[in-house]
C-alpha cells in the first residue's frame, strides 16, 4: 500500500519565527510527484508547492521551502517568517507517475500560528 | 484567471433526496476529478475524468453515487437517494495532466439530515 504520514497532528509557531513540518511517503516507485497543501478555516485546497521525484533541488515558494530526501522518502515543509494567515491545516501529498492520477494524502498537521 | 468552481457552497438536505453538485474546472485543463473529505477517512478520491471520459470511478462508494462530465467546462456528481453517512464536503479539483498539479474548488458542504 501507498502511504503518506505525517507524524505531528498539530504544531504552534510564534509569528516571524520558523517552522517544519514533516512527512514521509511510502512508494517503490522512482518517478513521482510530490505536493504540500493548505486547508485554512475557510476549507479550500491551496496548492502550496510541488516537487519533481526526478530533480534533486528542493523547491522553493516565496516563505515556503521543502527539503526533499528521497532516499529516506521524506519530504519536510519548512515556513519561515510565519505569519498569522499561515494558520491552516496542511497535506502532504504525492502522485506515482506511471500510475498516477488519484493524490494520496496524508492526514494532516493542524499549525497554528500565535502573535 | 478563474479557478475551479463549485455550487452550492452548502447544501442541507433531508434523507432520501436527491443532491447534485456542480463543477467547472479551470479552462484548459484536461483532468477533473471529485473528492470526499470527512473526520473519519479525511480525503478520499471518488471519480477521475480524462478529456471527458471517467476512467476510474473505483472510489465511488455505491451506486447512488453517480458523476457526467458532459462537456471540457462541466462536471456533476448526484447522489440519489441520499443518506446522513453522505454528509461530507465534496470537492472538485482539475489539472492540465493526469499527473499535474491539482487545482481545487471551494468544494460543497453537504449536509444530510
Known amino acids: 500500500a501507498q502511504t503518506v504520514t505525517q507524524s505531528q497532528p498539530e504544531m504552534s509557531v510564534q509569528e516571524a519565527e520558523t517552522v517544519t513540518l514533516s512527512c514521509t511517503y511510502d512508494?517503490?516507485?522512482?518517478?513521482?510527484?510530490l505536493f504540500w497543501y493548505k486547508q485554512p478555516p475557510s476549507r479550500q485546497m491551496i496548492l502550496v508547492i510541488r516537487q519533481e521525484a526526478y530533480k534533486q533541488q528542493n523547491a522553493t515558494e516565496n516563505r515556503f521551502s521543502v527539503n526533499f530526501q528521497k532516499a529516506a522518502k521524506s519530504f519536510s515543509l519548512k515556513i519561515s517568517d510565519s505569519q498569522l494567515g499561515d494558520a491552516a491545516m496542511y497535506f502532504c501529498a504525492y502522485i506515482v507517475a506511471n500510475s498516477g492520477y488519484a493524490l494520496n494524502f496524508g492526514k494532516g498537521t493542524s499549525l497554528l500560528v500565535t502573535p | 484567471d478563474a479557478g475551479v468552481i463549485q455550487s452550492p457552497r452548502h447544501e442541507v438536505t433531508e434523507m432520501g433526496q436527491e443532491v447534485t453538485l456542480r463543477c467547472k474546472p479551470i479552462s484548459g485543463h484536461n483532468s477533473l476529478f471529485w473528492y470526499r473529505q470527512t473526520m473519519m477517512r479525511g480525503l478520499e478520491l471518488l471519480i477521475y475524468f480524462n478529456n471527458n471520459v471517467p476512467i476510474d470511478d473505483s472510489g465511488m462508494p455505491e451506486d447512488r453515487f453517480s458523476a457526467k462530465m458532459p462537456n471540457a467546462s462541466f462536471s456533476t456528481l448526484k447522489i440519489q437517494p441520499s443518506e446522513p453517512r453522505d454528509s461530507a464536503v465534496y470537492f472538485c479539483?482539475?489539472?492540465?495532466?493526469?499527473?499535474?498539479?491539482?487545482?481545487f474548488g471551494p468544494g460543497t458542504r453537504l449536509t444530510v439530515l
Open positions: 479539483a482539475s489539472s492540465f495532466v493526469s499527473r499535474g498539479a491539482q487545482y
Open positions: 512508494t517503490s516507485e522512482s518517478d513521482y510527484y
